[in-house]
């Protein structure tokens, strides 16, 4: 039986007098600012872990089948739900698979759940750059030879945590990397918040867990279409990782409350997904976009190679995106999701509608008619990861003291430093301080440790 139709059922049979929490009382208390927020419904399916809805800590009823339910559509070894979103899926996975001390290889443009596991895991970073594609201003996907390359020269990393696809849609060689990470004894882990739709569409990858990696982490709420924060974590069939292990990592950091009306909403999101109803729209959804990029103007391109087609990452030839953007933002009222000094991201998902991706054709094409090329300032990055003195967990609890950013040098530091463009950390917790830094660093002061 479903989540959602045993919380039905318990209405229809006329509930009980819950002496429980949440004190809403499903919606008896009916003055509650919530229900008028947020709608009867919702209210109504608020419950606790009262009897006979189980517990999503330790699963043995109505939850342990909706989620093998779910770890059957998406064909996992275990599949968890988060109602703390890829953030919490991304930090237990390394709580599972990484002790303090242990290496684990990143890439330095990860999210920065990467980094608050590092901190909660007490685990040793070796941070590494894609390669940057400066037309676009962006970071590329990963190869599985500049993997293959550090996993050679260090024997001791024990895991791999990658972001594919990325922010801005581009896909790793993700099953390349499996291999790869086989090869070497490597727990492979996929930040695949941006990938919620890859399961149950013609995207040009599969899914991560489907490419060999161990673990995959899901937003449901960033492009299938569930609310905020829902999302998923999957252990793939090949991985030897007990899940749990990843239980018990859920369990140390997530509440204790979690929100029955957002595991329903979950249950009701992949569902629909699955569904004909949910292929289909995702269908249309990536026909609505490739119609879009058709009918542009040579000086307007959108950016095709190994990416997902439902991210317009856009530039306009001749002109600083932010001009774009602004009237975009002023006169037609539309909001990209981040813009760089090369590009546009505008996110599609599945409540993009035909509507509103014309609507966005027809204003940047009027746009593009109207505005006059200017200088473009060319922003060049240049780049070394810093040497690291301490773990950010050992520098996350160091006292930190502000100095002059010019009196840093072989100093350690103590809180992210981050240019945008190209918005990754220059400096983290715990790196040290050299002369090239310093000469990165826009801002005049500086956090660092004090010993
Ligand atoms: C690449 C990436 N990973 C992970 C996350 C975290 O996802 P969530 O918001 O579901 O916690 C985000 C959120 O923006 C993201 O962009």
Known sequence: ??????????????????????????????????????????????????????????????????????????????????????TSGIIASMLASLKEGDKVLVPRNCHISVYNGLVLSGAFPVWFLPEYDSEWGIYKGIKAAQIEKVLKEQNDIKALIITSPTYEGLFSETEEIAKVCKRYGVIFIVDEAHGALYNFGNFKTKPAIQCGADISVQSLHKTAGAPNPCALL????????????????LNLINTTSPSYALLCACEASVKYLDSKKGRNDIKHLIDDVNEFKKNLPDNIEVYTGFNDATKLLIKVGGTDPERITSILYKTYGIEEEFSNDKSMLFVCGIGTNKKKIKLLNKALISINKEIKPQKRIHSIFSYVIPEIKFTPRDAYFKKHTIIKTKDSLNRVCAKAVVNYPPGIPILLPGEIISKKTINLIESKTIEVCMD
């Open 1 to 86: 039986m479903s989540l959602i139709k045993k919380i039905k059922d318990y209405y229809k049979k006329g509930g009980r007098s819950l002496f429980t929490t949440p004190s809403h009382n499903q919606g008896y208390f009916l003055t509650t600012a919530a229900e008028k927020l947020l709608g009867k419904q919702f209210i109504k399916y608020d419950l606790s872990e009262i009897d006979g809805f189980d517990n999503l800590r330790n699963p043995q009823g109505a939850i342990k089948k909706l989620l093998t339910n779910i770890s059957n559509i998406y064909d996992s070894k275990a599949s968890f739900i988060l109602t703390n979103g890829s």
């Open 234 to 249: 999957h252990i793939s069939k090949q991985s030897s990782l007990n899940p749990d292990k990843v239980q018990k990592a």
